[in-house]
């Protein structure tokens, strides 16, 4: 596609429910990363994969949060029992390469709001 | 961690007013971009600029890496350029790390 693709847009879940959000990167791009950004502030890495596998996942902030990307692609980011505290705008972002001359593209994020 | 600063944190603009943003960031880096992120969240990669000077339009952003700090120039500012503008450096992991960001309101 175009550009980052982010789904869905907003969630809306109740305090324990389980969530799935979903990025689907720039065509070709191996480099693919979640920040999740509250209100006020500026985005904060979550995790990052090169390929397949996760390289850095210690922005996550505890193990109620996984993310996956099996086919080095499509990525999906796992909230389970989730908390009040929970509720901010995943953002997705994508770059050519895992190198320091890579620039990120972000999606335009899911919103989540636990009530 | 790298601490990213950015001043001022807000700005009250009457279009077509000039302005300046600053970042100023604590180590070196690899990497530094600037994003704006619009009032519907939309968060739009302005410039990729380590060092030197880029222009695009009526935006243009400077980075003196050997003094730790980027500038950002809007010329002619109109209501559209409206939002947050982050700057966000890298320095030798994947991690980006943002600044709180500069809230821009360009009245018309």
């Known amino acids: 596609g175009a550009g980052v693709s982010q789904t869905p847009s907003n969630k809306v879940t109740e305090k324990g429910k389980y969530v799935e959000l979903r990025c689907d990167p720039i065509?070709?791009?191996?480099?693919l990363y979640w920040y999740r950004q509250s209100l006020g502030q500026g985005p904060e890495f979550l995790i990052y994969?090169?390929?397949?596998?996760?390289?850095?996942d210690s922005g996550l902030p505890n193990d109620r949060f996984f993310a996956v990307r099996p086919e080095g692609s499509v990525s999906t980011l796992k909230i389970q029992r989730t908390e009040r505290g929970d509720s901010a705008v995943y953002l997705c972002?994508?770059?050519?390469?895992?190198?320091?001359?890579?620039?990120?593209?972000f999606g335009n994020g899911t919103r989540l709001t636990v009530t | 961690g790298i601490q990213v600063e950015q001043s001022p944190p807000d700005l009250i603009l009457q279009e077509g007013a000039n302005s300046t943003l600053r970042c100023n960031f604590s180590?070196?880096?690899?990497?530094l971009q600037w994003f704006h992120q619009n009032p519907w969240g939309q968060l739009i990669n302005l410039f990729y600029?380590?060092?030197g000077t880029k222009q695009n339009g009526r935006l243009s952003a400077t980075t003196v890496a050997t003094e730790r700090y980027s500038l950002l120039y809007i010329s002619s500012s109109q209501t559209t350029d409206s939002g947050v503008y982050f700057c966000?450096?890298?320095?030798?992991?994947?991690?980006?790390?943002f600044g709180a960001g500069t809230t821009v309101t360009v009245r018309a």
């Open positions: 994969f090169q390929g397949t596998g996760a390289a850095d």
């Open positions: 966000a450096v890298l320095r030798n992991d994947y991690k980006l790390s």
């Open positions: 180590d070196s880096v690899n990497n």
């Open positions: 600029i380590p060092s």
């Open positions: 972002a994508s770059s050519l390469n895992s190198g320091h001359n890579s620039p990120l593209h």
């Open positions: 065509s070709g791009h191996t480099a």
